[in-house]
């Protein structure tokens, strides 16, 4: 199996499956001298992991990393030697017996991958399941480690057809509730919800929004590798991820050039600054030094207790009822997976700007 490393300067490999003794990652490419506590990396991992509400999945992961090489001690934390890095997050709440049936299941990867290479681990979808996530989000912890002034924060703004209210948008509010909501007033209307959803024994999709500030103008290249491109593609790596967009992506459509211009002009310090920010802090694929704001839709999870039409590796035709334990909205657990792709796409393209350039 190919293609389970991303990245050019900062390189990331994950490896290990969703039921195996666990799943981790190794990152090449970190420059050494990069400080940085163990606790920091846990922060996020603490973000990503289940079984913390009842609006996800209810197995019971403490995803603890271990940092196995390519660091050394420094003062009251680590620094990094610019040798591969080593994380490893041991499963300690598999179910295998959950997935003793082995139909395809409904909206899952099973006959694709089965398709692909004759063989598949049915246990939780194997390599397949989201739960390879956890690797990607300890190495974007590190990832923000590569640019200094850096700060990525997502946000879950809708959840099915219920939508925040952008007027009252409060960053503070984002980690107080268990959905990543920015807008207080929206945490009763997603509880509500989700719960009939959950009691429904259905699921339900999401969009989360992840907003890059203090990013380095410059970042990316005009053709073959946007920045836009490679955050475009790096969102659209994460499991049950359909659409993505920059800036105001869609909408720009509907809006005349005059309107979707970001018009320029010299600020006090006479520095180039802009009016308004529908690029979404990308024109030409390079970074204008604006906010970067992408946004990415999570379909709903297609692991439900409603009976599905499907058929079997025999080719008989069944009905599938899903077992174990799964995220009425996985988009929620999406939210810190997006800030990680979003951080590891930058530190790689911030590591390849300083390569061909010299420029910071």
């Not at 289940?50 to 003062?75: C, F, M, W």
């Not at 620094?79 to 139909?103: A, V």
């Not at 990543?180 to 024994?201: H, M």
Request: net charge neutral; glycine share 10%; hydrophobic share 35%.
């Amino acid at each position: 199996m190919s293609h389970n490393t991303f990245g050019h300067m900062f390189r990331v490999t994950t490896w290990g499956e969703s039921h195996g003794s666990a799943i981790g990652c190794v990152v090449d490419g970190c420059p050494p001298g990069i400080l940085f506590t163990q606790e920091e990396i846990q922060t996020y991992l603490d973000k990503r992991k289940p079984g913390q509400s009842k609006y996800t999945t209810q197995r019971r992961e403490p995803d603890q990393v271990e940092i196995l090489s390519g660091v050394i001690a420094h003062n009251e934390g680590l620094m990094t030697t610019g040798t591969p890095i080593s994380m490893l997050i041991e499963n300690k709440d598999q179910r295998s017996k959950d997935y003793s049936h082995k139909p395809y299941r409904p909206g899952h990867a099973d006959y694709t991958y089965d398709a692909k290479y004759g063989i598949r681990d049915h246990r939780g979808g194997g390599r397949s399941s989201a739960r390879e996530t956890a690797a990607r989000v300890a190495a974007g912890a590190l990832a923000r480690k590569i640019i200094p002034s850096l700060k990525i924060r997502g946000a879950v703004i809708a959840i099915g057809p219920h939508t925040i209210n952008r007027d009252h948008w409060n960053w503070d509010e984002v980690n107080s509730n268990p959905f990543f909501s920015p807008d207080a007033e929206s945490v009763k209307v997603f509880s509500d919800y989700l719960t009939s959803i959950r009691k429904a024994g259905s699921s339900i999709g999401a969009v989360i929004e992840i907003v890059a500030e203090n990013v380095p103008k410059g970042l990316g290249a005009p053709i073959y590798s946007k920045l836009d491109q490679d955050i475009a593609s790096y969102l659209m790596s994460i499991n049950a991820v359909k659409g993505i967009e920059i800036g105001d992506g869609f909408s720009a459509a509907y809006l005349q050039g005059e309107n979707n211009a970001d018009e320029m002009y010299m600020n006090n310090e006479r520095n180039p600054a802009f009016s308004s920010n529908h690029a979404g802090g990308i024109l030409g694929g390079i970074s204008t030094g604006q906010p970067i704001i992408a946004r990415f839709a999570v379909k709903p999870t297609p692991s439900i207790l409603i009976p599905c039409r499907s058929i079997n590796s025999d080719g008989h035709e069944i009905h599938v009822i899903s077992r174990g334990r799964h995220d009425p909205c996985v988009g929620i657990r999406a939210m810190p997976v997006g800030e990680a792709m979003v951080a590891c796409a930058l530190a790689d393209h911030f590591l390849r700007h300083r390569g061909q350039t010299g420029r910071i």
